[in-house]
């Protein structure tokens, strides 16, 4: 009796035990695909050694015109900002050597069509300097109050419905868009032309420009880096699992 | 003798490779996963689910030719595979600007 006794509880475990498994590898055949995380590399755009000079040249500010008018404009300086963070971030990322630009040199247009085709000053401030390779191009930097009407969920404390109203949101929003052109310090050609946008809104009317812009900067950093060297890019795929 | 026999050829199922080389894949062991792929593609050629996986698991070790290749055999195999097509998309944007051209080369010093 108590040996049949004991065999049950054994049965009923093995049971017990089989449903689990069975129960588990139904639920693993219904999943049947798993997300996977992948680090892919990002060649430079640039086919460099990785060593070499490079000049910061000017770069044009597409949004001069409006400094006047726009009162949160004048207080960037947007020129001295850029070159500073395009600066720290190639010295700190790269194994390029930042060569001076001595401060005299001046843009020989703002047109950003013929600054591409100034072969001619181009090579010459790469011989001036002995840069290899020069960086310049335009900025378009934008501070919008976004602030309006946003239509919003409300649940009543009365009836408990939900209902639809309209509120005032102030918000701000931060527009930066760089074009970079990249010159052979040798021939003075164009060899490489791209363009990066980025949009940030922060709430609030009065947001900090300086922020703002940084906000920008540091959002586009991987792709302005990626011009010099390789970086990570994350990706998302899936896998069957059976 | 002959459970043995059995059991043997049970591991060498596509699907074992499959299950297996996923669990490994899942660990960021990409090498041997793609090798549980490939061995899975040998008995099952036509088996799109094997292609996909080891078109993941290239692409993770960085062979991004092989891995177009394997998608588009995946695709080839089984057009209607939400995820097959997922995956295929996100690595053809990738691999687009991964092949752009870079314009000419800097001259050296």
């Given amino acids: 009796m108590a040996r049949s006794t004991k065999l049950g509880v054994r049965g009923v475990g093995r049971v017990v035990a089989l449903i689990l498994v069975s129960m588990l590898s139904a639920l693993s055949a219904s999943a049947g695909v798993a997300q996977v995380k992948l680090k892919l590399p990002l060649k430079p755009r640039l086919p460099l050694r990785g060593n070499e000079r490079i000049a910061l040249a000017p770069f044009v500010i597409a949004t001069e015109a409006e400094k006047a008018r726009d009162k949160r404009l004048q207080n960037v300086d947007l020129q001295a900002e850029f070159q500073r963070f395009l600066k720290k971030q190639i010295e700190k990322k790269t194994k390029l050597e930042i060569v001076p630009v001595p401060p005299e040199v001046k843009l020989p247009t703002q047109n950003l069509t013929e600054l591409g085709r100034s072969t001619e000053f181009w090579r010459a401030l790469g011989a001036q300097t002995g840069a290899e390779i020069i960086v310049s191009g335009s900025l378009e930097f934008r501070v919008e109050d976004r602030s309006g009407y946003k239509t919003e969920e409300y649940v009543s404390p009365i009836d408990s419905r939900t209902y639809y109203r309209q509120v005032y949101v102030e918000q701000t929003g931060f527009l930066f868009d760089i074009v970079f052109m990249v010159f052979d310090g040798h021939s003075g050609e164009k060899i490489l032309q791209d363009e990066f946008k980025d949009f940030r809104q922060t709430g609030g009317r009065r947001a900090d420009e300086l922020q703002g812009l940084f906000e920008n900067l540091f959002s586009l950093e991987n792709q302005i880096l990626n011009l010099f060297v390789a970086r990570d890019r994350e990706a998302e795929r899936y896998i069957f699992t059976d | ?109």
Wanted: charged share 30%.
């Fill in chain 2, 1 to 109: 003798m002959a459970a043995g026999c059995s059991s043997y050829s049970r591991t060498e199922k596509a699907q074992t490779q499959i299950s297996f080389g996923s669990s490994v894949a899942r660990r960021g062991l990409w090498r041997e996963a793609a090798f549980r792929f490939q061995k899975a593609i040998e008995k099952e050629p036509n088996n799109a689910r094997a292609h996909n996986n080891l078109a993941v698991a290239l692409e993770a070790e960085g062979e991004f030719a092989r891995a177009l290749a394997e998608y588009k055999r995946a695709l080839e195999l089984d057009p209607k595979d939400t995820y097959i097509r997922r995956n295929y998309a996100r690595f053809a944007e990738f691999y687009t600007s991964y092949t752009r051209t870079t314009g000419k080369a800097t001259g050296g010093s």
